[in-house]
């Protein structure tokens, strides 16, 4: 068994995945074009495979529209799986229906982006924290009580705070009410769909911190979701960066922020970089115009090949496939060799 060193955090064992996804598609109807048109669907998610060891923290960057949500919604059984298959530790994930998903449920949950609409108004926060517990009838009466209350203390709430309602807490504390529902039922992945972006920055830094700790003391694996570059560095151990449905690079988070091989996750950084020298020349070499293309009628080749600098005739007729480029290091670039920028 080897070691895998998160970011910033402890050595994680790499033994078998506690999630596998494989060649995953979600595609959704969009109508027809013209009244006697043909039926065109939306490409949401279109090919995409990683794993997820347990104890680790997978996160997906993209650009809006990249499929990144849709991906986590999918993992959850939330949107439909057109293909492909999702495995959660030895469970058939894709595969189940009726009973069957929902005694899976037990084992994924999920932290949803606005913690005041994820929350119902007229329920007390204990409520809120319990009706998992509820829904799944897991335990008795007393020992549903005893749970929410340990679960209020492990996100750093007071006692108190179970008898009030969404609206007498801030956005951090409403979040930390999230985190403590989506830990009721005890799972052992947790997908965070842009958890902590509508949260200012330094309670975005707190809410982190408390999910690190509650993944090392409950041997939590996350699934996170962000398009916040800086975030994603802080918390994950490995990053997929994704574009109009499709992973273009998949990396350690160490190895992907310091040497990128594709140009759209260049791209990404240098929108991220804070202004001045770095910035300027990431700018000019990896300088992306225009919009992604339809994701009801993706172009062949490289999907990335219509905004690329580097972008030649075959790129835009032949679809670039993973490969390794390092050790644990993938993208999909035909000119992945070529292409390297400034020191980060």
Same mark, same amino acid.
Request: glycine share 10%; aromatic share 6%; proline share 8%.
């Given at each position: 068994?080897?070691?895998?060193t998160?970011?910033?955090?402890p050595?994680v064992?790499?033994?078998a995945?506690?999630?596998?996804?494989?060649d995953?598609?979600?595609?959704?109807?969009?109508?027809?074009?013209?009244a006697?048109?043909p039926h065109?669907?939306?490409?949401a998610?279109?090919?995409?495979s990683f794993?997820? &060891?347990? =104890?680790?923290?997978?996160?997906?960057?993209?650009?809006? =529209?990249?499929g990144?949500s849709?991906?986590?919604?999918a993992?959850?059984?939330l949107?439909?799986?057109?293909?492909?298959?999702?495995r959660l530790?030895? !469970? &058939?994930?894709s595969e189940?229906s009726?009973?069957?998903?929902?005694?899976?449920?037990?084992?994924?949950q999920?932290i949803f982006?606005?913690p005041?609409?994820?929350?119902?108004p007229r329920?007390?926060a204990? @409520?809120a924290?319990?009706?998992?517990?509820?829904?799944?009838?897991?335990?008795t009466?007393?020992?549903?009580?005893a749970?929410?209350?340990?679960?209020i203390?492990?996100?750093g709430?007071p006692q108190?705070?179970?008898?009030?309602?969404p609206h007498?807490?801030?956005?951090g504390q409403?979040?930390r009410?999230?985190?403590?529902?989506?830990?009721?039922?005890? &799972?052992?992945?947790?997908?965070c769909?842009?958890?902590?972006?509508?949260?200012?920055?330094?309670?975005?830094?707190?809410?982190?911190n408390?999910?690190?700790?509650?993944?090392?003391?409950? =041997?939590l694996?996350?699934?996170?979701?962000?398009?916040?570059?800086?975030?994603? !560095?802080?918390?994950?151990?490995e990053v997929?960066?994704?574009y109009?449905g499709?992973?273009?690079e998949?990396?350690?988070?160490?190895?992907?922020?310091t040497?990128?091989?594709h140009?759209?996750t260049?791209?990404?950084m240098?929108?991220?970089?804070?202004?001045?020298?770095?910035?300027?020349?990431?700018?000019?070499?990896?300088?992306v115009?225009?919009e992604?293309p339809?994701?009801?009628d993706?172009?062949?080749g490289?999907?990335f090949?219509?905004r690329?600098?580097?972008?030649?005739d075959?790129?835009?007729?032949?679809?670039?496939?993973?490969?390794?480029m390092?050790? =644990?290091?993938?993208?999909a670039?035909?000119h992945? @060799?070529?292409?390297?920028?400034?020191a980060?």
């Amino acid at each position: 068994m080897t070691m895998m060193t998160a970011a910033n955090g402890p050595a994680v064992a790499r033994t078998a995945p506690l999630l596998q996804v494989d060649d995953l598609k979600v595609h959704f109807p969009a109508g027809r074009k013209g009244a006697f048109g043909p039926h065109r669907v939306v490409h949401a998610v279109d090919g995409v495979s990683f794993t997820v &060891p347990r =104890g680790g923290t997978f996160g997906i960057v993209g650009e809006s =529209g990249s499929g990144k949500s849709t991906t986590a919604l999918a993992v959850m059984r939330l949107a439909p799986v057109s293909a492909g298959h999702i495995r959660l530790g030895d !469970q &058939p994930l894709s595969e189940l229906s009726g009973a069957g998903l929902r005694a899976a449920r037990r084992d994924v949950q999920m932290i949803f982006q606005d913690p005041f609409s994820s929350l119902n108004p007229r329920r007390r926060a204990a @409520e809120a924290i319990r009706e998992p517990l509820d829904r799944l009838g897991i335990g008795t009466t007393s020992e549903r009580a005893a749970r929410v209350a340990s679960l209020i203390d492990a996100v750093g709430l007071p006692q108190s705070a179970g008898g009030l309602f969404p609206h007498q807490f801030s956005g951090g504390q409403r979040q930390r009410i999230c985190i403590a529902r989506a830990l009721a039922s005890s &799972p052992s992945l947790v997908v965070c769909d842009e958890a902590v972006s509508a949260l200012d920055v330094a309670i975005q830094a707190q809410i982190l911190n408390l999910l690190r700790r509650l993944q090392d003391e409950l =041997g939590l694996t996350y699934v996170f979701i962000s398009h916040d570059l800086g975030v994603v !560095q802080h918390i994950c151990s490995e990053v997929a960066v994704m574009y109009l449905g499709r992973i273009v690079e998949r990396a350690p988070t160490t190895s992907l922020f310091t040497r990128p091989r594709h140009p759209y996750t260049w791209s990404l950084m240098s929108a991220a970089a804070p202004a001045g020298p770095l910035r300027d020349e990431l700018k000019r070499r990896f300088l992306v115009v225009g919009e992604p293309p339809s994701p009801i009628d993706p172009p062949p080749g490289c999907r990335f090949a219509g905004r690329c600098p580097f972008a030649d005739d075959r790129c835009r007729t032949e679809t670039p496939l993973e490969r390794a480029m390092s050790p =644990g290091h993938y993208v999909a670039c035909h000119h992945a @060799e070529k292409i390297d920028g400034p020191a980060i």
